[in-house]
């Protein structure tokens, strides 16, 4: 099963929907209701798309 993690865009207002398998959460730490500082990068996506995977990586856990 997977959660879904959600993203505000702070400047456009968007809302952007993430969904990550529950294990990604349960590795890093990550329970409901906390609050992560993401960072885009395109080199991420770059990677991605060479190797066939994602890497994830925290920032920063807010409480």
């Known amino acids: 099963m997977s959660s879904v993690l959600e993203v505000k ?3 456009e207002g ?3 929907r993430i ?6 959460f349960q590795r890093l730490g990550i329970e ?3 609050t992560l500082l993401v960072t885009v ?12 995977k994602a ?7 807010h409480n």
């Open 9 to 11: 865009m702070i400047n």
């Open 19 to 24: 969904v990550v398998p529950r294990s990604y």
């Open 41 to 52: 990068e395109e080199e991420r996506t770059r990677a991605r798309k060479k190797n066939g």
């Open 55 to 61: 890497r994830v990586h925290r920032v920063h856990k």
């Open 32 to 34: 409901k209701g906390d």
């Open 14 to 16: 968007d809302d952007l």
